[in-house]
């Protein structure tokens, strides 16, 4: 099975692009999960006849939004984080919204585990939303993979808006304590760690450097690899032994932020 994770950053967008189709002729993936759709699914003009579609967009118009393409029909398609845990948790709405209502989370039961999408909030560039990802979000999110693998394994993976380690971004002193590299959301990486999920990238890559997900606009960024790891694909540890490969595609376009892969046998 081949899982692939792409923050497309609008589908629209990069399906104008000409890059969208060619992209899953490449890679060839099972199960594509997407983030940062940026529409609704009656608003794509993807057209992939081999897959179903399962979309979670944004009550707001052209923002935010995950789906997930399997080519297998799914047994369970859930929604979002469980009303349970929003309320457990407190997740309630900010000046930028109610971060559940904003198209974060789908997951999918392919049968055999559980294959989720999710697009991190960000804490922003004044940290407003700090708080929320490291004392809501963040847990609230966790406890949710944990009971879903209760049921069979979990595979999830997109956009988690956190560099972990400084080897995951080209300036780690330089952006200590800025949204995306300070203490608390690196923590919330931590305890994903602590709690049994697998870095799948750095599982098979500890030491690799240079290896990075997303890219500034600014001062040719992507041209000169200065980047961040940003994008994840995590997965029960009991599927470690199924872990055949991993790779970041910064080879395919179309975004600010390029597919990441990961194939089990």
């Excluded at 708080?131 to 394994?153: G, I, N, S, V």
């Excluded at 560099?163 to 959301?185: F, M, R, W």
Aim: overall charge neutral; hydrophobic content about 35%.
């Amino acid at each position: 099975m081949r899982i692939v994770s792409w923050n497309v950053n609008g589908i629209r967008a990069v399906h104008t692009k000409g890059v969208f189709t060619p992209f899953v002729k490449k890679l060839k993936p099972d199960i594509i999960c997407l983030q940062e759709t940026k529409a609704e699914q009656h608003q794509s003009p993807v057209d992939l006849p081999d897959y179903e579609e399962f979309w979670n967009s944004a009550k707001k118009k052209g923002y935010s939004g995950v789906a997930i393409f399997t080519k297998q029909t799914p047994a369970d398609v859930k929604f979002g984080l469980p009303e349970d845990l929003v309320k457990k948790y407190g997740i309630g709405p900010d000046k930028f919204g109610h971060p559940n209502e904003e198209g974060r989370v789908i997951a999918v039961d392919t049968g055999k585990l559980w294959v989720v999408s999710v697009y991190t909030p960000n804490a922003k560039g004044g940290l407003e939303r700090l708080a929320l990802r490291h004392k809501q979000w963040d847990p609230a999110f966790l406890e949710y993979m944990k009971r879903l693998e209760e049921e069979k394994p979990v595979v999830f993976c997109g956009d988690l808006n956190v560099a972990h380690c400084p080897i995951d971004l080209e300036h780690p002193k330089q952006n200590e304590g800025e949204h995306g590299y300070t203490t608390e959301e690196r923590e919330g990486i931590d305890k994903i760690i602590a709690a049994g999920f697998v870095d799948t990238f750095r599982e098979l890559y500890p030491d690799k450097a240079k290896q990075y997900t997303w890219w500034s606009h600014w001062s040719n960024a992507r041209a000169r690899n200065i980047g961040w790891r940003i994008d994840y694909i995590f997965a029960s540890k009991k599927l470690k032994k199924h872990i055949k490969s991993a790779a970041i595609h910064p080879d395919i376009m179309g975004s600010d932020h390029c597919p990441v892969s990961l194939d089990l046998a």
